[in-house]
């Protein structure tokens, strides 16, 4: 594996382990009895759709664009490019993942398992730490697509 790919793994992989976290965590704490943070409040909620729980059982669908993100990604780990461009990487697969498997592992199971969102900002819906992974590296992508010249391609 190239250097890019360990990058984007290790980026990948601490961003399933923090999100497996915060969804325990928020699970543990939250279901029960929300926390109100002025604007804000940490709630749990049990996704069944997809992104902003649209589509709600067409767990094929997300499977699919989890494959999809997965091979794009690797494709474009072969070549070299900056760190912001592995970051982003990491982000979008290690959210992709984390939510995927909530989708295999949480009630009622495979294949429509539900995914644990639980923070609450009452103006969107409601989102998980991996979905905010999948925003920000999203950015990362499209910042790092945008930066030209030999420094943004030595990584």
């Excluded at 749990?44 to 709600?56: E, I, K, Q």
């Excluded at 970051?87 to 495979?110: E, T």
């Amino acid at each position: 594996m190239s250097r890019w790919g360990v990058r984007a793994v290790i980026v990948a992989a601490g961003t399933i382990a923090l999100d497996q976290a915060t969804k325990w965590v928020a699970v543990k704490s939250w279901e029960d009895s929300p926390l109100s943070l002025g604007p804000a409040r940490l709630s749990v909620t049990r996704n069944s759709g997809s992104a902003f729980s649209l589509f709600p059982g067409l767990w094929w669908l997300v499977f699919a664009a989890v494959a999809a993100v997965t091979v794009a990604a690797v494709t474009a780990l072969r070549r070299p490019h900056p760190f912001l461009m592995d970051a982003g990487l990491g982000l979008v697969l290690g959210g992709a993942w984390s939510n995927l498997i909530d989708r295999v592992l949480r009630w009622p199971g495979f294949p429509n398992g539900r995914v644990v969102d639980f923070v609450d900002l009452r103006v969107w819906p409601v989102f998980n730490a991996a979905d905010s992974a999948i925003v920000i590296g999203v950015g990362l992508l499209l910042l790092g697509s945008v930066r030209t010249g030999e420094g943004a391609a030595r990584g």
